[in-house]
């Protein structure tokens, strides 16, 4: 079973441990995701890196999708996403609801809307398909 903690503890030492990324909420379809803004997150230009918010959407939907293996299954890989950013943050801290629209037994599809959690604004719509992995027959 996925927690949230067990999935931060995973997490650590990779990039969204790196990051600042944290779990707070993993339930059937559904996980809830932050990240605090800080300097190391800003691109060049003194904005909000785009990579960031794609980081924190997909490592939701990540989660989600770990949380949601059909039986048999021993991992997932993201095989397409798309992402609309529609603003910018430079302080405070971005929050993360990703919600499944697909559950089968070969893909998923998650949706992921992230907030600015000090204004409510929405800064970036995002869908990812992932492919759900099986052990190789025989091996």
């Known amino acids: 079973m996925i927690t949230p903690e067990s999935f931060n503890q995973r997490s650590a030492g990779k990039l969204p ?3 600042g990324l944290v779990v707070t909420h993993v339930a059937s379809g559904e996980v809830r995701a932050e990240l605090p803004v800080r300097e190391a997150l800003m691109a060049p230009n003194g904005f909000l890196h ?3 918010l794609v980081t924190l959407a997909d490592t939701s939907a990540g989660c989600g999708c770990l949380a949601s293996l059909p039986p048999g299954a021993n ?3 993201t095989v397409e996403l798309k992402s ?3 603003g910018t943050a430079l302080e405070g801290t971005l929050d993360c609801v990703a919600k499944a629209a697909h559950l089968g037994r070969t893909t ?3 949706d992921a809307t992230v907030t600015h959690r000090e204004t409510g604004k929405t800064l970036a719509l995002f869908r990812c398909t992932q492919m759900v992995l099986y052990p190789k027959a025989g091996g």
């Open 75 to 77: 991992g997932f890989t």
């Open 50 to 52: 785009a990579g960031s």
């Open 17 to 19: 441990g790196h990051l």
């Open 108 to 110: 998923q599809v998650w």
């Open 84 to 86: 609309n950013h529609l």
